[in-house]
């Protein structure tokens, strides 16, 4: 098929055609003919026969009210008609791959002119493959899933798979020795926790929070027990299906008895008479990727105290959907276990240590937790950015409103203060062992995490204000601020709660104090 001829027209003659049945409108230098669209068009025909709008160069009119994606729809592609002459459209959309420039928009490491000491020029060419990965294969899906509810595309997963994403989303060890990462990009011994934070980050700028999850944020959380505390066996045969998405994990700590109260916990498992087998009882709650789930990292009370064991999805494994106020894509699910038997070989750890392997994971679930939150922040200050700069009130510019600026300030000033902190901790991270990592940075990252995400609150509930009305519609220009206000509490919860962390961080420190310390 052929692309449409399209003609040059003058100012002059578009302005002609301004009734009704004869309705041209000038956007960007483009001309489109609305006069078959007009009883279609979702804000009625008053809108368009406006003596502003009707044969005019109705550009700021349109993105006033409209989405520039909108635009490249293509329904709405079809009614373009011609361009001005003498003029180029100077307004673009999303480019895959590429940086924005908007200020603020990109981290300052992305920025040009900027420097940092933290990211190397292996971590500059792997960001631009994983930007335009992100964009290309995994953007559109984002936005159709989240709508829709159904878990990730498995085209999607697969080819994750294929540049081995699912491996380097577990962070830098043994586990990458032998695979080829982001079609050679980077060497498995050099993949670092920065490579890991361009990951996640890239992910989260799709702005689709249930999706996030879903995207198998539970094998993030509920893999790395069996990576570290399970059997040469049991990892030979559960670890590379999972990383290769063909199999799926989560992490089944919560109940509706005992959320951050990790020791409350009341699931039991308990040996068979001949000691071969575990039997578990109980329930779990809010498991992200439950409901798809094949494996299931569970916490279980035992005789000797708490114990973590592996279970597959074998009878009397039961899983069914929890409606929250994100997308059912991330696959929230309660769990019913009754009288499952599991192998005791699936045992994780040692019997009734399954305390330390839950703590083991929380630092790098809660630092990954907190790379997503910062990018997401960093999305918000974008998109208020545009809008303030676009939108008119009163007769003028939003941003020229001095209470406009003070709110963007503010959200700026956090956003770069999360994302500061973040890269000093990963910095650290990618400088100690696992067990230094433990001693030094769990009160560090609970911090980190609590203050993120207390700044992602504020920082939702000013774009709210900056969108209007806008900002609580779940379609046109304030959808992801809405979607953001929405889901911004999931962080603040997931991981463990903001106060909960703060006192957590407190009391690391407070263990720290030398006995001689005095004023």
């Known amino acids: 098929m052929t692309a449409k001829e399209l003609k040059e027209f003058t100012l002059e003659e578009v302005a002609q055609h301004n009734k009704p049945d004869d309705l041209w409108v000038v956007i960007d230098a483009k001309v489109y003919n609305l006069s078959r669209f007009k ?15 009707a044969g005019q160069d109705a550009t700021e009119a349109f993105y006033g009210l409209h989405r520039h994606e909108v635009l490249e729809r293509p329904q709405y592609q079809r009614l373009q008609i011609g361009t001005i002459t003498g003029q180029q459209p100077v307004i673009y959309g999303r480019i895959a791959g590429e940086i924005s420039d908007v200020p603020y928009a990109e981290p300052t490491w992305l920025s040009p002119g900027y420097h940092s000491p933290y990211y190397t020029e292996n971590h500059r060419q792997f960001h631009k493959a994983m930007r335009r990965f992100s964009d290309e294969v995994i953007y559109d899906d984002a936005q159709a899933r989240e709508e829709d509810g159904k878990r990730p595309s498995q085209s999607v997963i697969d080819k994750m798979a294929a540049v081995n994403l ?10 990458l020795k032998g695979l080829t990462l982001m079609n ?6 050099e993949f670092d926790y920065f490579h890991e934070l361009i990951i996640t980050q890239e992910i989260a700028r799709c702005g689709a929070r249930g999706y996030g999850d879903g995207l198998l944020g539970g094998k993030v959380i509920g893999l790395p027990p069996v990576l570290n505390f399970g059997s040469e066996e049991l990892k030979a045969r559960v670890v590379p299906e999972v990383l290769a998405g063909k199999k799926f994990i989560c992490l089944a700590i919560s109940e509706a008895q005992a959320g951050s109260d990790v020791m409350g916990m009341q699931t039991t498992a308990v040996k068979s008479e001949d000691e071969k087998e575990w039997i578990i009882n109980g329930t779990k709650k809010w498991i992200t990727n439950a409901t798809f789930a094949d494996y299931f990292t569970v916490g279980c009370k035992t005789d000797d105290g708490l114990t973590v064991i592996l279970v597959e999805r074998v009878p009397g494994v039961e899983t069914r959907q929890i409606k929250t106020s994100y997308s059912t894509a991330a696959g929230t699910g309660y769990i019913t276990f009754d009288n499952v038997r599991v192998p005791v070989g699936n045992t994780l750890g040692q019997e009734g240590g399954g305390i330390f392997v839950i703590l083991s994971n929380f630092n790098h679930e809660r630092w990954v937790m907190s790379c ?11 998109e208020c950015l545009r809008w303030a700069t676009q939108r008119k009130a009163f007769g003028k510019p939003l941003i020229s409103q001095a209470v406009i600026r003070s709110k963007l300030a503010a959200m700026i000033a956090r956003t770069e203060s999360v994302q500061s902190w973040l890269e000093n901790i990963t910095y650290q991270m990618c400088h100690m062992t696992y067990k230094q990592q433990a001693q030094k ?9 609590s203050y993120s995400t207390r700044c992602a609150q504020d920082t939702a509930r000013d774009a709210v204000q900056i969108f209007g009305g806008r900002g609580i519609t779940r379609t046109g220009m304030g959808r992801f601020i809405e979607h953001y206000y929405r889901t911004v509490t999931f962080d603040a919860l997931l991981g463990g709660a903001e106060d909960v962390l703060a006192d957590l961080g407190v009391r690391q420190a407070v263990r720290a104090m030398p006995k001689n310390a005095r004023l």
């Open 39 to 53: 009883d279609l068009h979702p804000g009625g025909l008053s809108v368009l026969i406006d003596d502003e709008v």
């Open 166 to 175: 699912h491996a380097m989303r577990m962070g830098p060890g043994k586990h």
């Open 184 to 189: 050679g990009l980077v060497k498995p011994e």
């Open 372 to 382: 997503s939150s910062a990018r997401s922040q960093r999305l918000v200050v974008d």
């Open 441 to 449: 940075l769990a009160g560090q990252i609970a911090f980190l995490k």
